[in-house]
Each structure stands twice: as structure tokens, then as C-alpha cells.
């Protein structure tokens, strides 16, 4: 089972890819993980991405889809894979169909977690977490028990990430709407997009999407 795993970030992308590695044993590919990786390991790959970065110069599709293929060359054939981040635009798509066909995988299903903009700016601007213990609250949506004190631990100090704010988070989407617009038509003309209520609470996304992958 080979899929894309699309979804703006605060969607719960990586809380369902991490649900899929721990139910299913598959493998998540994030590009941004791999490149480091590759450049730590000194793939022949990575060796590229390394003089490329350190010249200041962004890292070309032709790289990026080397370590992609490094990556599912060290896999087992049956292992599951969940593209993240990968493709971005047409050319990765097309790469990407190359890079399967050579080791004779297809791609299953390109799933998208769906999202309500201004609910997930509300999602996303209302989280912190304890300083201490970094268990996760809400100020609308889980405030702690006791107020201004962590259930878990008990301190009394709390963080928020300073990108945590409405105007990062609707950059985000504007983004992710300008990534995702050049591949969606691909793959919906081949019939693999699925759409998944990513707003919806986490187990019944997770159902939505086990449904799909046992379809």
C-alpha cells in the first residue's frame, strides 16, 4: 500500500501518518526528515543536497527524488509507504510514477484531510502545552481541570508556539492551496483522491481512512 497523505499543516496529517506507522507498519517518507538524513548519512544522493545547501541554492526535484528512491531501496517490497510532503508539483508527480514503476509499486490512494479555514485558525491559535511535561491544552477545547495547572504533572507554566498565530496559519494555507493545486488534478483524473473530514475528532478520521485503505 503506497499513498499521499495530503492536508494543510494543523490538519492532524502527522498524528494519522504516526497512527498508520504504529496500526499498519508502514513507513513514513517526509522529504525534509529524509534530505537531513541522507545528507548525515553521506548518500551519494545526499552528497548532492550538501553542496547544493551549503551554496545557498534550493534543492532540485531531481535530488529530491534520488532520496526518495534511496529511501524505498532500503525498504522490503511489501512495506507500506506514506509520501509526505511529496509530491509538490507536477514534474515530482511525474517523477514519482517513475520512481514506483522502477520498483514495481503503484500508488493506491492520494488522501486529503479536508479543513474549515477559519475553524482550524481556531484550532491552531488556541493551543499550549505544559512547559514542563508538554501535554497539550486548549483554550477553548481542553483547558486544564484546575485552572492554570497541568493534570499530568502539575506545574504551573505553560508555552505556546510563537507561530501559533492567524496570520502564520493562514499564510500556511495559502501555501499549501499553491502546492497542492498543480497535483490534485492529476491524480483526480486517475480516480485515486479520496477526501477525508480532517475537522472531524481524530478516531473518526483515522476510521475514514482505514475505510479507504480497506476498500
Known amino acids: ?7 494543510p499543516p494543523g490538519a492532524g496529517k502527522g498524528t494519522q501518518a504516526s497512527r498508520l506507522v504504529d496500526e499498519r507498519g508502514m513507513i513514513q517518507l517526509s522529504t525534509g526528515d529524509m534530505l537531513r538524513a541522507a545528507v548525515k548519512a553521506g548518500t551519494p544522493t545526499g552528497l548532492k543536497a550538501k553542496a ?19 529511501a524505498l531501496d532500503d525498504l522490503k517490497p511489501e512495506t507500506g509507504v506514506i509520501f ?17 514503476s522502477d520498483r514495481k509499486r503503484t500508488l493506491d ?11 482550524l485558525v481556531e484550532r491552531i491559535t ?25 493534570d499530568v504533572c502539575g506545574s504551573a507554566e505553560f508555552k505556546r508556539r510563537p507561530d501559533d498565530n492567524e496570520e502564520t496559519v493562514r499564510t500556511r494555507m495559502t501555501e499549501y492551496r499553491a502546492k497542492t493545486a498543480p ?6 483524473a486517475r480516480g485515486l483522491v479520496r477526501r477525508v473530514d480532517g475537522m472531524a475528532d481524530i478516531e473518526h478520521v483515522t476510521q475514514a481512512i482505514e475505510a479507504i485503505l480497506d476498500s
Open 183 to 188: 497535483i490534485l488534478p492529476i491524480y483526480e
Open 52 to 70: 547544493v545547501m551549503e551554496a545557498g541554492e534550493l534543492v532540485s526535484d531531481e535530488i529530491v527524488s534520488g532520496i526518495i528512491g534511496e
Open 1 to 7: 500500500m503506497n499513498i499521499i497523505l495530503l492536508g
Open 84 to 100: 509526505d510532503g511529496y509530491p509538490r508539483t507536477a514534474a515530482q508527480a511525474a517523477s514519482l510514477d517513475v520512481i514506483l
Open 126 to 150: 488556541g493551543r499550549f502545552t505544559c512547559a514542563k511535561c508538554n501535554e497539550g491544552y486548549h483554550d477553548k477545547f481542553k483547558q486544564p481541570k484546575a485552572a492554570g495547572v497541568c
Open 109 to 119: 490512494h492520494v488522501i486529503e484531510l479536508e479543513v474549515d479555514e477559519d475553524a
